[in-house]
C-alpha cells in the first residue's frame, strides 16, 4: 500500500536540478509532498489532486499522472536549504484512512 | 502564536509499562493525527480524529490508544501490548479531515526509547 518514492538519496550542488519520483500500484485521489529536515518535524510543499487542482509551494513544481498512478517533484536551481527528505503521501480513493507516505528520498546540496 | 506542541520531546519507558504521549493544537483545526517513524523510515498512521469524541484506525493502531474530549487535544498511550514501541512519534493537524485538499500541520516529535 506503501508508494514508492525514487531514488532514495541524492547528491547535488547548488543550482542543479533534482526529480523526486512517487508511484502506487493502487489509484490514487490525491498526493502530498513534504520535506522534513534532520530531527525536525515535516513541513508541506504540494498538494496535487485528481484533476489536476494544485495547492503548494512558489519555487517547487510538481506533476501527477492518474493513470500512471504516479506523482514527480521538481526541484530547480536547488538552493542549500532543499537539503532535507522529501516524503509524498497518496490517498488511495477518496477516504482518508487509506493515506500512506513513502519512505522518503533524502536530498543533499552541497556548496 | 499557533501551532502544535508534543510533550516530552524525550521519553524512555521499561518494558511493561503504559506510556501517553501529549498533543497539543491552538490552530483551532478539526482534524488530528499520530504517526509513527521508524529509523530510514516513512510515517505510518496509527490513528486519526476528524472530530471531537471520534476516532478511527490507522494501519498500524494494535497496541496504541488515543482519545479526543478535547479539539485542542490528542494524547497518544503506547501501552505494553506494543511489541516494539522505540520510534519518533509525530502529532499533526488538519483544517478539516474529510477532504484532502488540507495540508497537514506537525508538531516537533517524541522519541519514544524503551529500555
Known amino acids: 500500500q506503501q508508494p514508492v518514492q525514487s531514488p532514495q538519496a541524492v547528491i547535488l550542488r547548488e543550482g542543479e536540478d533534482a526529480v523526486i519520483n512517487c508511484s502506487s500500484s493502487k489509484a490514487l485521489y490525491s498526493v502530498h509532498w513534504y520535506r522534513q529536515k534532520h530531527g525536525e518535524a515535516p513541513v508541506f510543499l504540494m498538494i496535487?489532486?485528481?484533476?489536476?487542482e494544485q495547492k503548494g509551494h512558489d519555487k517547487i513544481s510538481a506533476s501527477f499522472n492518474e493513470k500512471k498512478q504516479q506523482s514527480s517533484l521538481y526541484l530547480t536551481a536547488s538552493q542549500l536549504s532543499y537539503s532535507g527528505t522529501y516524503f509524498c503521501?497518496?490517498?488511495?480513493?477518496?477516504?482518508?484512512?487509506?493515506?500512506?507516505f513513502g519512505s522518503g528520498t533524502k536530498l543533499n546540496v552541497k556548496p | 502564536d499557533g501551532g502544535i506542541t508534543q510533550s516530552p520531546k524525550y521519553l524512555f519507558r521499561k518494558e511493561g509499562q503504559n506510556v501517553t504521549l501529549s498533543c497539543e493544537q491552538n490552530?483551532?483545526?478539526?482534524?488530528m493525527y499520530w504517526y509513527r517513524q521508524d529509523p530510514g523510515q516513512g510515517l505510518r498512521l496509527i490513528y486519526y480524529?476528524?472530530?471531537?469524541?471520534?476516532?478511527q484506525k490507522g494501519d498500524i493502531a494494535e497496541g496504541y490508544s488515543v482519545s479526543r474530549e478535547k479539539k485542542e487535544s490528542f494524547p497518544l498511550t503506547v501501552t505494553s501490548a506494543q511489541k516494539n514501541p522505540t520510534a519518533f512519534y509525530l502529532c499533526?493537524?488538519?483544517?478539516?479531515?474529510?477532504?484532502?485538499?488540507?495540508?497537514?500541520?506537525f508538531g516537533p516529535g517524541t522519541r519514544l526509547t524503551v529500555l
Open positions: 490552530l483551532n483545526h478539526d482534524a
Open positions: 499533526a493537524s488538519s483544517i478539516s479531515g474529510s477532504r484532502s485538499y488540507n495540508e497537514q500541520f
Open positions: 496535487l489532486l485528481k484533476g489536476g
Open positions: 503521501g497518496t490517498e488511495i480513493g477518496n477516504n482518508f484512512n487509506k493515506f500512506y
Open positions: 480524529s476528524q472530530i471531537v469524541n471520534d476516532f
